[in-house]
């Protein structure tokens, strides 16, 4: 909004009644108004903020990060104890934030998807015990879903000492499931390099089938190609590993299980809340990007002569991709946000222990300041993500 | 339309022929569909049975720890002798009357502003209502004014709590959301920058670190000697925190408006909020109304969330029952599911109405 130069001929001198009419000129003013009314605000505040502390003697910075935590954390992926510093408690939260979210992800990805297909059924019946469980899971609120389950798990199992062995090995009971696990060996570590390896070698076979595919139109069975490679490799690796066979099984010592890998009821109540909460919404994303495919798209593959379910692949679901994955993406976060709310049943997630830490130090804007950002850093991570994606799927206009 | 275009044909026959058509088309066409009815039908079978014995058949409504220990079915009894409790907190139990009625009057004035869409007569009616009710429930909750006696909030709790702080935080954050939709839209450098961090930030973060934030961070921001208690604290951390997502809501309404209506705003020379006023906002809040109800149904969901920081809503207030006889504790299945229900029940009927609105403001557009 540019506003019209004076005239050339303009002859009247500029006063400064004439500036502050200028669109311009009061555009420049209105934002430094703005800048200075939120710096004071800024300046207010942080002020009384320094002036509290000092009152209630508490310094401010992040030095307490490297005294020791001395408390103690349930579950750990590393090694922590009492004795380690606060730093890595929260670097123990962290991962136990991922590690749910992740989880949740998938599995909400995949429950999500079944019930968002599943409304589309040409079933009635399927159709609506689909839009049942949408309904029903997405009108209550998520808190409420995981008190609820952390208050089911301890009461629906029973003590360790008469455990329910579903599966050999596996041992549900009020304290959590409890799995064999195999015994550390160096040969776990080769697969997890040949792993790692496979990947990309299939990289480079799948960019070399695309070169020959748009060159000669053969098509190259890349799924199976990619299987039998990552499986291979992983396989070599554990051969060569000395294939160990040693796994360490759960069982009752004493008044408690030992071995095997315990999966809390704190654990088990976050994702399982978090999974059935989250997929509803992503069963309505599934869903919309399903219908948002014309049918002529399936048409014009008919009159192809494509297969249907070719089709399916090659035309219909990358085009349903583009409009589900950035709403999929927002999904994904809100997951991990909400993984947050583990702080009510005792998980100990990142939002967990920095409140500890925050009662334990008395450094409450530290402590805040710490898992906000490393929340708003995963938020822009994203949509970065988002953003890539968005150019990479656009429709390429005329 | 491609609706019209493929009309299925009449069902004719008697009822009981057409119920067989029925049933072929939709539950048992083709060997996979027959497997999924069987299977759906072996589920429901399994699933409903136990749910109907424990809530209804084996239930009891005596509402003693005695009469729930007879029965071996559902203790509704739980819910029944601590309603109150659940309904409304600490509250003085005499006055319990007043966060009733303040509920009431609540619920009439959400619904009478969801209702405004449907009947424009209403629409006059929303912005005098806020201002007439907002005051009326403070009055009913707080007292000390009328002969009624003085309520701390700090006593304040259950289903009167959970809507106060959601519909206060929705109401009070649509304004502060529509300053921020239209700083994020400005061609001002300063006001956009300062828009788009305020709504980035809030919305990457959990609601629960900003209620942190607010019960923590908030003493600290002011100075000596003034204190704001934790349920104003609370509301502030809501109402900060739907802003951000009511900007986005707006930003999406303010984008859908074509282009030309603003330069037609600009060739009759009315000014930026003049030509919002009047051509613009009511274009675009239009178009916003059902996506605001969701993020209201969102906002009163999420409003549990202040449990975790001691604040007893209706989730708290369940809770609290639970815990207020050892007794009582193992009945959280009954707690859970009384709360669950209300949940449901409101955020339920609330969607439908916003997916009903959503297609009434639509009809304009089909042909």
């Given at each position: 909004m540019s506003k019209p130069q004076n005239a050339p001929g303009d002859v009247r001198s500029k006063g400064l009644v004439?500036?502050?009419?200028?669109?311009?000129?009061?555009?420049?003013?209105?934002?430094?108004?703005?800048?200075?009314?939120?710096?004071?605000?800024?300046?207010?505040?942080?002020?009384?903020?320094?002036?509290?502390?000092?009152?209630?003697?508490?310094?401010?910075?992040?030095?307490?990060?490297?005294?020791?935590?001395?408390?103690?954390?349930?579950?750990?992926?590393?090694?922590?104890?009492?004795?380690?510093?606060?730093?890595?408690?929260?670097?123990?939260?962290?991962?136990?934030?991922?590690?749910?979210?992740?989880?949740?992800?998938?599995?909400?990805?995949?429950?999500?998807?079944?019930?968002?297909?599943?409304?589309?059924?040409?079933?009635?019946?399927?159709?609506?015990?689909?839009?049942?469980?949408?309904?029903?899971?997405?009108?209550?609120?998520?808190?409420?879903?995981?008190?609820?389950?952390?208050?089911?798990?301890?009461?629906?199992?029973?003590?360790?000492?008469?455990?329910?062995?579903?599966?050999?090995?596996?041992?549900?009971?009020?304290?959590?499931?409890?799995?064999?696990?195999?015994?550390?060996?160096?040969?776990?570590?080769?697969?997890?390099?040949?792993?790692?390896?496979?990947?990309?070698?299939?990289?480079?076979?799948?960019?070399?089938?695309?070169?020959?595919?748009?060159?000669?139109?053969?098509?190259?069975?890349?799924?199976?190609?990619?299987?039998?490679?990552?499986?291979?490799?992983?396989?070599?690796?554990?051969?060569?590993?000395?294939?160990?066979?040693?796994?360490?099984?759960?069982?009752?010592?004493?008044?408690?299980?030992r071995g095997g890998y315990n999966i809390s009821p704190e654990f088990m109540a976050v994702l399982i809340g978090l999974t059935v909460y989250t997929s509803t919404y992503v069963a309505e994303v599934v869903r919309s990007g399903i219908q948002a495919v014309p049918n002529g798209q399936w048409e014009a593959a008919d009159s192809l002569g494509i297969k249907r379910s070719v089709a399916l692949r090659k035309v219909i679901l990358p085009q349903s991709m583009r409009v589900a994955i950035p709403p999929l993406t927002n999904q994904y976060l809100n997951l991990t946000k909400n993984s947050s709310l583990a702080v009510a049943v005792g998980y100990p997630d990142l939002v967990s222990v920095s409140n500890t830490t925050m009662n334990q130090t008395g450094q409450a804007i530290e402590a805040i300041s710490i898992f906000m950002s490393i929340y708003l850093g995963l938020s822009l991570l994203t949509s970065l993500f988002m953003n890539w994606f968005n150019k990479k799927m656009a429709l390429v206009e005329r | 339309m491609s609706e019209n275009a493929k009309l299925p044909p009449m069902p004719t026959g008697s009822f009981a022929e057409r119920a067989v058509a029925w049933s072929k088309k939709n539950l048992f066409d083709g060997w996979f569909n027959t497997i999924l009815t069987l299977g759906s039908i072996a589920f429901l079978l399994w699933l409903i049975p136990p749910i109907v014995e424990w809530a209804i058949v084996n239930a009891t409504l005596s509402p003693t720890i005695e009469g729930c220990a007879e029965v071996t079915g559902a203790c509704w009894g739980f819910v029944n002798a601590n309603l109150r409790l659940i309904l409304f907190g600490t509250y003085p139990f005499d006055e319990q009357w007043r966060p009733l009625l303040a509920m009431i009057v609540l619920m009439g004035i959400i619904c009478g502003s969801l209702g405004a869409v449907k009947y424009p007569g209403l629409r006059k009616a929303i912005i005098p209502m806020w201002l007439i009710g907002v005051p009326v429930i403070s009055i009913l909750m707080w007292g000390g004014v009328f002969g009624l006696t003085y309520v701390q909030n700090s006593y304040w709790g259950g289903l009167p709590l959970t809507l106060i702080l959601s519909s206060i935080g929705v109401i009070f954050a649509f304004p502060f959301g529509l300053l921020l939709a239209l700083g994020r839209q400005s061609h001002m450098p300063a006001i956009k920058t300062v828009s788009v961090v305020y709504i980035e930030v809030i919305r990457g973060v959990p609601l629960i670190t900003v209620l942190f934030m607010a019960s923590v961070m908030f003493p600290l921001f002011l100075p000596d000697g003034v204190t704001i208690d934790k349920l104003l604290r609370a509301q502030i951390g809501i109402i900060l925190f739907t802003a951000a997502y009511l900007a986005e809501v707006f930003r999406g309404g303010l984008q859908a408006v074509p282009r030309g209506q603003f330069e037609a705003g600009d060739s009759l020379a009315l000014s930026y909020w003049q030509s919002m006023r009047l051509i613009i906002l009511p274009q675009a809040l239009r178009l916003v109304i059902p996506p605001t109800v969701n993020s209201f149904i969102s906002m009163f969901k999420d409003t549990t969330l202040v449990v975790i920081i001691g604040l007893f809503d209706f989730l708290g207030t369940v809770k609290l029952a639970l815990r207020s006889d050892p007794a009582w504790t193992k009945y959280y299945v009954e707690g859970y599911a009384f709360a669950a229900a209300i949940f449901f029940l409101i955020c339920f009927s609330m969607a439908k109405y916003s997916a009903y609105l959503e297609k009434e403001l639509r009809k304009g557009e089909r042909r």
């Open positions: 004439d500036y502050l009419n200028d669109e311009n000129v009061r555009a420049v003013l209105y934002q430094i108004i703005a800048i200075g009314l939120i710096v004071l605000a800024g300046w207010y505040l942080v002020s009384n903020t320094l002036y509290n502390l000092e009152q209630q003697n508490i310094s401010t910075g992040y030095g307490f990060l490297d005294l020791e935590a001395s408390f103690e954390i349930s579950e750990t992926m590393i090694d922590y104890s009492a004795k380690s510093s606060y730093a890595s408690a929260l670097m123990v939260g962290l991962l136990n934030t991922v590690k749910v979210s992740l989880l949740g992800i998938i599995l909400c990805t995949i429950i999500g998807t079944i019930f968002g297909v599943a409304r589309l059924s040409s079933n009635w019946i399927v159709r609506k015990l689909a839009t049942v469980y949408v309904e029903t899971f997405r009108n209550i609120p998520v808190l409420l879903q995981l008190f609820f389950w952390y208050a089911l798990i301890p009461s629906a199992f029973p003590h360790p000492r008469d455990a329910l062995e579903p599966l050999p090995g596996v041992l549900l009971t009020s304290r959590g499931m409890y799995m064999p696990v195999p015994e550390p060996d160096n040969a776990y570590t080769f697969m997890a390099i040949a792993a790692a390896i496979a990947c990309v070698i299939i990289y480079f076979v799948k960019k070399w089938a695309k070169k020959r595919q748009d060159a000669t139109g053969k098509p190259f069975p890349m799924l199976l190609a990619g299987l039998g490679i990552f499986v291979g490799l992983v396989f070599l690796a554990y051969l060569a590993g000395g294939a160990p066979t040693e796994m360490s099984m759960p069982a009752l010592k004493g008044f408690n299980i | -």
